[in-house]
């Protein structure tokens, strides 16, 4: 890249941190401020992330989604669809900026701490598809060192102060921003970034970013003991039936579609209709798929971890769609078609890990 292209992207870059809105992402802070601190205490938010690692250009978005409501209300048995439209000013100054087909798009959700006990050093990702056999490889002692302080919570403390996300601590109010490393290298994501790639930076086994076009498993990971050298715990987004799965993908100009011609990413869970042999088992289903481990490392939160949660208020819920899908769906692939969109094509084929526990 010219040092005149670089230049002007700088200056841009530097442009949009004007507007401020005031609307900060939450990395689960132990001590937050702002309106509804006690909320986010502890308690992180879904961050989407693009990039083009050739152009060294950023682009984040506050989902606005927090942690805890988003583990109970993305995995109900009814059936689960989130559409997001990507279409703010921050995004359509972002696009010219880079090469489509070198981008790469992450969901992640983070709370990173020192405590090295069970359950602790949360993070919520998506996956590389064809790169699922390689979490449960991950290590506690790689998962704290990859999401800490020092590389996460500085790569957020950094695009908060940029775009509409600038200014005071204000979580309920989500804001967008794109960085240019040049200029704003604690904020910008992708490879050889300062802080925070889609490898967390070389700790993680695995690569959490995918193409456009590309769809994701969803997981939960956190640290399984204090021992440094044992394998974390992982939990794979999903009921009883079926794997929750974000897509992110370009709908086609001339499509029947009330988001044609947009940038769409989207969230996936299809309706599953279980059955158990107890009340108790029952309530449980109701409530989530807690026992949906990967590889038989089911991660079982405590009774009251998710106390005061927000349901029904994250996702849209629908009985009207049904469906079944098989590998990795491309993004919302058989929700879109319910929308007069073309289905994407290439599925990759994955066996399934994920052990059951009796309800």
């Known amino acids: 890249m010219s040092l005149l292209k670089l230049t002007k992207l700088a200056l841009l870059a530097s442009l949009m941190f004007l507007n401020h809105a005031q609307a900060t992402i939450s990395g689960g802070s132990a001590s937050p401020a702002g309106p509804n601190a006690a909320f986010y205490k502890n308690n992180g938010e879904l961050a989407f992330v693009v990039s083009d ?13 927090d942690m805890n409501a988003f583990f109970i209300s993305s995995q109900q048995e009814t059936f689960t669809q989130l559409f997001i439209p990507i279409t703010d000013a921050q995004w359509a100054n972002f696009l010219p ?22 359950g602790f050093n949360r993070i919520f990702t998506t996956v590389q598809q064809g790169d699922e056999d390689k979490i449960a490889t991950m290590t506690n002692q790689l998962l704290s060192q990859g999401n800490s302080a020092s590389t996460v919570m500085t790569f957020l403390g950094s695009v908060n102060a940029t775009g509409t996300h600038g200014g005071p601590a204000n979580f309920p109010v989500n804001g ?9 290298p604690n904020a910008y994501f992708g490879n050889n970034s300062a802080n925070w790639s889609d490898t967390m930076n070389g700790k993680a086994p695995f ?11 969803f997981y939960y990971l956190t640290r399984s003991s204090t021992d440094q050298l044992s394998n974390i715990l992982v939990d794979e987004f999903d009921n009883v039936g ?3 799965y974000w897509g992110f993908t370009k709908v086609p100009d001339n499509a029947n579609s009330p988001y044609k011609g947009q940038y769409l990413l989207s969230y996936t869970l299809e309706a599953s209709s279980p059955k158990a042999a107890t009340v108790l088992g029952q309530a449980r289903i109701n409530m989530t798929d807690f026992s949906a481990g990967f590889m038989a490392r089911a991660y079982v939160p405590a009774s ?13 819920l629908s009985t009207s769609l049904s469906s079944s899908v098989s590998a990795v769906p491309e993004p919302a692939s058989w929700g879109l078609m319910a929308l007069g969109l073309l289905a994407l094509g290439g599925r990759a084929r994955r066996l399934r890990h994920a052990k059951r526990l009796p309800c």
């Open 176 to 184: 967008s921003s794109f960085n240019v490393q040049a200029d704003k």
């Open 97 to 118: 900026l880079v090469n489509v087909a070198n981008l790469r798009w992450t969901v992640f959700a983070t709370q990173p701490t020192t405590n090295t006990a069970s």
């Open 53 to 65: 690692s050739e152009a060294k250009v950023s682009y984040t978005l506050d989902l606005g989604l």
């Open 242 to 244: 079926h794997d929750g």
């Open 207 to 217: 690569t959490m970013s995918n193409k456009v076009g590309q769809s994701s498993w």
């Open 304 to 316: 009251t971890e998710f106390e005061g949660y927000r349901p029904g208020s994250l996702v849209v």
